[in-house]
């Protein structure tokens, strides 16, 4: 069930109807509401229905069906909305179903504006994981791919059925949920999905006209104040307040007293021109000569007219209407453009854009020592974010370690700080996952911390440092689906904010706002796993796809074609300049890196050593932090890229040596016969790092 706050429902999407053909309309007719329905015809059981309230006027409906499953679709042109019901049976066929929906979703897309998309139903999916987006099962995955592919948002976070969600809401349109509930029926054993949409049916006409009364219709800046202090100066106001009330609020004073300013600052400020709404004179002249002919058809009608006089008439309408659409695309590429050029230098604008065409219009002395330490742990420090870090061996570093969590907080009270520590966070790192020490009664005390105030900081399995998201079993999964989410959804906002498709105008969207938020900080959580590499790949690989020119192109040929790195070499990149940074001493060598210049292959750096009695897990965790990966990277580097002057020569340098290896990154779907770091290529030319 679909809602918003001018339509109380909008759309109610029913599964497993068990109608047959006989049923006629007026059996499963709800007043107030229109119905397109698809019935299972050779077996019993299933079916769908998509109700569409009457103020919704569906411009194109499809129905499908076969004997497992059932599909009711509508396209509401007014609100350029694609609505589908779906029901799939356990166990049948996921790629029928999302092939019909693809092609449903792409005849409304012929314009290449990206309709808002929401499909409800039941897929009868159990196994899909969408908090980590995964599922073992092959069909179950396809309908992940398919939502991948049109930067699609599952909303529903509840079990909708026993333990799980099997009724779902798809919809590339996430930030017009403004909420989703979860009911339970005592007549079926799924649950009712309400969604309640932030936006109403009625296209926004403009910005409601400013109020130009009392203060606001005044240019305060052209004031003379001088002249107004000095009236002020000599308002009587006890006569002016002589006979108000002093009682209550207060609030007649205050009238009053606003109303005698207002009448001395109006004669020193000038009055606010109000803005007038200029009409484009083109599309007036059109759209003047449309009505016209319209008139003339009508009048034609009425007097009887000869058929084929109406029907040129009728010819000469169509052509004003298809004068008038080619007029504003072309009006719109314009507007697209410069907001594009605007975007380029002031990232910031592309919001200022995109709200104008929404549906919705709608935060002492120094705490550690010179070397970076508390009494007995580390501590870093970043704006009003800080970390206390301390290798936990025993008893007695547990307790150092709450003893300097104390301090801190005693430092905060004695320079008149808060720190809020229902804010704080633990997270442990630990070797063994299923260390059943933690089970035992004695040793949780030394597992969780206390502040003053007597709050108990218990382990979280995640929390946020910096914007990146790290994890108590070492792994940057949680960071991943973040990034890959938040990515898609701007993706999709600019596909649904941009009709243009072209290569300039898309690759500088992308540039700008996308690609950022995949890159953020990925030199510290740089991607080995193939899985994970491809996934944050399918981003970029759904994006390219819709760019003009793209659409025949395979992954790797549309990187060469649009002259574009993928996003593993970027990541490498990125470990690249940083490395350069710390070995030419403009950034700080956190990891604490060590040089040594050869002849041949300039400075070498030294990749520490790993203590190989430790478990497998650590050793993973090792072979893929910034400390080792950054130096074997470093190490690849030809002698001329190395002894670059400084950033800027580097980077031109580094992307001449990189287009000259092959990138072809880990793709769903593709099969790669290496794969495609640095690291790779240097094994294969030999190179010793």
Partial sequence: MVSNSSVPVLA??????????EFAEAQVEIPGFSVVRSDRKSRKGGGCALYLNQRVTPTDEYIWSDSWSNIAAAYVAESHMVLASVYRAPGSQMSSILHRLQNFIEKHSSDQV?????????FNCPGINWSTHFSLDPKESELLEFGDKYFLSQVVHEPTRGENTLDIILTNREEYCASVGVEDLNISDHSVVQCVLGFGLEPVRGRPARNMQGFAGLDIHSADFEAVNAELQGVDWDGVLDGYCRDGDGSDIVQRISDVVLKILSRYAKAKRRGIA??????????????????????????????GHIAKLERRVARVALEIRYYLNRRMDQEEQRAVEIIRSNPKFFWTYTNDRRKTKSRIPPLKRADGTLSFSDALTFADDTKI????????????????????VDWS???????????????????????????????????SYETPSGVCLTSSPVVKDLGVLLSEDGSWKPQIEKVSASASRVANWILGAFKCRSVKVMMTLYKTLVRPILEYCSAVWNLSSVGEIAQLEQVQRNFTRRIQGCQNLDYWERLAFLDLQSLQRRRERYVLIHMFKICKGLAPNGPGFDFKDTPRYGARAVIPKFNHGAQRSASTMFENSFSVLGAKLWNTLPKCVKDAGNIDELKVVLGGYLRGIADRPPTRGYSCVHGNSLLDYALRRGTDF
């Fill in 12 to 21: 109610a999407a029913v599964t497993e109807t068990w109608w047959k053909e």
């Fill in 114 to 122: 990206f309709p808002d998309v929401y499909i409800l139903g039941d």
């Fill in 278 to 307: 200029r009409k484009d004179p083109m599309l007036k002249r059109l759209k003047k000569k449309q009505k016209k002919l319209n008139r003339k058809i009508s009048k034609a009608k009425n007097a009887n007219s000869y058929a």
């Fill in 389 to 408: 870090i301390k290798v936990i061996r025993g008893i007695l570093d547990h307790a150092n370690l709450q003893e300097d969590l104390c301090n801190v």
């Fill in 413 to 447: 009270v004695l320079n008149n700080m808060t720190l809020h520590d229902d804010k704080f966070e633990l997270v442990r790192y630990s070797p063994r996952s299923n260390n059943l020490m933690r089970e035992l009664p004695f040793t949780a005390g030394y597992l």
